[in-house]
Structures are given as C-alpha cells and as structure tokens.
C-alpha cells in the first residue's frame, strides 16, 4: 500500500486546514491508519489514528481541535484540524500499522509511510 499525504499549507492562527491521506490499495481498510508529525529539532510524534474496526485515538494536545476520519470507498483518510496553533506546526505523515491497539502511537510499528506535507501555522 503506497500513501500520499496531501492538504498542507500555511496559514494563521485559529484557522483550519484538512490534511489527506490518499492510498493505492484497497487493501488499506485493513490498516489502521495514522497521522504523526515532526517539527524541527523534535522527535516524531503521534497526532491521531482510525483503525480498520472504527477506533480512534488522539495525541491529547490535539483532542477536541483534531478530527480523523475515513473513507474505504476512496481509501483516504482525514485529518481536520481547527483552532491551529503555532506549535502544530511540522510535517504531517500518513502510515499505516496492523499492530494491536495497545502499541498505535508508537511510530516503529508503522509501516507505508507517505512523504510528508508541510503545515506551517503563523501566529
């Protein structure tokens, strides 16, 4: 399964911005899918995910700001971002995993990884 992540920009404090994540396979509904992120200077981070059986799960600076949705029928997945703040700014990575639940924020168990898109949040 090979990802495209799409959707970056810049843009102003407090706006919104839906960033996609565009699979080549139908097999992707099978996955559990995530968005991480990395700033520069950091570590990547978890941000969200959406399993195959309709779980989902937020890094907690994120939650009530982020939304993860999907769509099989497309083989995409969503990530809405609203009240945007200066420190969300990073690239944003789409993967996926098929690893238990307990392990989904952790970015080694995270394979198809696709190239990134910038989202730059000024203040």
């Known amino acids: 399964v090979q990802l495209q992540a799409s959707g970056g920009g810049l843009v102003q404090a407090e706006d919104s911005l839906t960033l996609s994540c565009a699979a080549s396979s139908g097999l992707f509904r099978s996955y559990t899918v995530g968005w991480f992120r990395q700033a520069p200077g950091n570590e990547r981070e978890f941000v969200a995910c959406f399993s195959w059986d309709g779980k989902t799960k937020y890094l907690g600076s994120v939650k009530g700001r982020f939304t993860i949705s999907r769509d099989n029928a497309k083989s995409t997945v969503y990530l809405q971002m609203n009240s945007l703040k200066p420190e969300d700014t990073a690239v944003y990575y789409c993967?996926?995993?098929?690893?238990?639940?307990?392990?989904?924020?952790?970015?080694?168990?995270?394979?198809?990884w696709g190239q990134g898109t910038l989202v730059t949040v000024s203040s």
């Open positions: 993967a996926t995993t098929r690893v238990v639940w307990g392990r989904v924020t952790e970015d080694r168990f995270y394979t198809n």
